[in-house]
Each structure stands twice: as structure tokens, then as C-alpha cells.
């Protein structure tokens, strides 16, 4: 029981320490944004969302490098961009008068975050037939491989960077650039060690409760490393900036698929995925994008009936997973 009180406390004070360095990373990438004269949607889609991205990037290198567990930080990479598909956008809408969307963020950062999951699917199939040691049950992941999300990625930020190009940006005052960097790296740092202590929890619950530690991956560190997003998305949408929140869970998701799940396979040297759980839940990824797309598309905006439908949905998945996790329930037989 003493375990389990303080892997609890262990993950509150954690979450705590990630949201004041998300706090410290905002603030800082607000500033240098205005700064450097970035348009709106290029400050949510790459800036805002790589830095309140940056928990679960770190997870996989905690996970993967210190304690050898590379399936946990891919759990909280999907569990992270099913969190941010579905409770994100849900509480923005909900805590603001009203959630707008445009056609750019569907056609651009939308389309091209579904890009993004096709292109995963695409690696995983190739580290099924292409790579030795692969089955029709596992894929092998090399670094060979995680080029290619990689690049993907480095489209998505060139695509942006030709929007850039050609907004006019206000004159900025009163931005001391440097002091914002050294603010930005005090942030990262800060949820580097949250991080740390997070998954010092997770991994205490998997031992207490004996259960996958992919299970608290999907769930608590998901949660908990998204809790950045959530605050950006949130307060921008209460600033009646739907366009940033939208685009930061957008741009978080790209950045989590493409960037963080490569990063963990180059740093493990090769790495295998369990398609029996793999596919399942990238599957509950997909069906989750679509309905997101069709929600924010339908008039251009999210109504709270919307919102409240895509909660259920996340309580579904939780629910799904915990099921299957204590095996009550088997229909993913990877768990």
C-alpha cells in the first residue's frame, strides 16, 4: 500500500513539475515568436507544438535509454496523440464561448498529420517484410528505417516555412532574445526531470498492480507529458485564439509520430513493435482522426455536444485498455 501511495505522489508531483516548466517553455516561445516575426499558425504548429511536445520526446529517451523500456515511451506516444485528438480540443471548446476552425487547418495541418500516421503504418510494414527477423506479428524497426518518418517531418516544417516566408510580421518591443532562449532551456529542463520522476511512477504501477508497462504508458505518462499541450491549447482557446489551439494538438501529434517514436528507435539501435497491439491501437488513432476531422470540419467549429462525445470516446479507450490489461477482455492478444 506504501508502494502504491507513493508511486501516486510520485506521478502528482511530477505532473506538477511538467506543467510549471510547460509554463516557463510558453511563455519564452510566445515572446520569441513575436520576436522573430512567426505567422499564428506556423507558432502553433511548429513552435508551440514541438516544445509542449517535448514530455513525451523525452519519455521515449527516459524510457528507452535509462531503464530499457521502449515499449512504454511508444505507449505514450499513441496514448499521447489519442489524448490530444480527443480530450484536448474537447476541454478548449468547453472552457471557451467557442472553438473555431478554419479550411487551412483542415486541409494543410489536418491532411498532413493523417499523412504523418500513414507514414507510420508504411515503416511499420516495411520492418515487417523488408527487415530481417520481421514477421507477420512484429515489425523490426532500424535506424535505417526512422530516416524516413524523419524526413517526412522535415517536409512538414519546410511547408511551414513557405508560409512563413511571406507573412508580414509587426514590429516586436521588448524581447530580450536572449534571455528568452535561456527562459525556453530552463523550461526543458525542468520537464526533462518531471519526466524522469513520471515514469519512476509507471513503472512502480506496472510492478504493484503486474500489469504491461504499455498499459501506463497509454494511459498515465500519456496523460500526464500531454498536460503542456493542454495548457497551450486551453488558454489560447480562452484568448479566442482557436487558430494556435488546433493547430499546437495538430502539430504536437506530426511532431510525436514522425519525430519522438525515429528518435527512440535510433537511440536503441533497432526495435521491435508488437502489431497484436500495435494495430489495434493505431487503429483506435486513426478512427479517433477521422471523427476529429469530421467534428472540426462540420461549420467550421466545435460545439459542446461535439466536445463531450469526444471525452466519452477517450473514457471508451481508457476503459478498453484497462480491460484488456487485467484480462477481463481479449481482443488485443498482444496485452
Known sequence: MVGLLGSVVLIVVATAVIWKGSAY??????????????????????VVAVGSSFPEISSVVISTVVHDEFSLGVGAIVGSAIFNLLVIPALAAISSEELRSTRDIIHKDAQFYVISVLILFIVFALGATYVPGGTNQAAILTPTLAIV???????????HQQDASEHVADEARSVRPGREWGMLGVGLVI????????????????????????????????AG????????????????????????????????????????????????????VAIPTMGFL??????????????????????????????????????????????????
Open 25 to 46: 517553455f510558453e511563455r519564452a516561445a510566445e515572446r520569441l515568436s513575436r520576436y522573430y516575426g512567426l505567422p499564428v499558425a506556423v507558432h502553433g504548429a511548429i
Open 149 to 159: 518518418p524523419l524526413v517526412t517531418y522535415g517536409i512538414y516544417v519546410f511547408l
Open 191 to 222: 520537464i526533462t526531470l518531471g519526466v524522469e520522476a513520471m515514469v519512476q511512477g509507471a513503472l512502480s504501477l506496472g510492478v504493484i498492480f503486474e500489469t504491461p508497462t504499455f498499459l501506463w504508458g497509454l494511459t498515465v505518462i500519456a
Open 225 to 276: 507529458t500531454s498536460l503542456p499541450d493542454a495548457f497551450v491549447s486551453v488558454r489560447a482557446a480562452k484568448n479566442d485564439d482557436s487558430v494556435t489551439s488546433l493547430t499546437n494538438v495538430l502539430g504536437s501529434n506530426t511532431f510525436n509520430l514522425l519525430v519522438a517514436i525515429p528518435v527512440g528507435v535510433l537511440l536503441a539501435g533497432r526495435a521491435t513493435i508488437d502489431f497484436r
Open 286 to 335: 486513426g478512427f479517433a482522426t477521422l471523427v476529429f476531422i469530421v467534428f472540426t470540419r462540420t461549420d467550421l467549429k466545435l460545439t459542446d455536444r461535439e466536445a463531450y462525445t469526444l471525452l466519452g470516446l477517450y473514457v471508451v479507450f481508457v476503459c478498453w485498455m484497462a480491460l484488456e490489461s487485467v484480462g477481463l477482455i481479449e481482443t488485443v492478444r498482444g496485452i
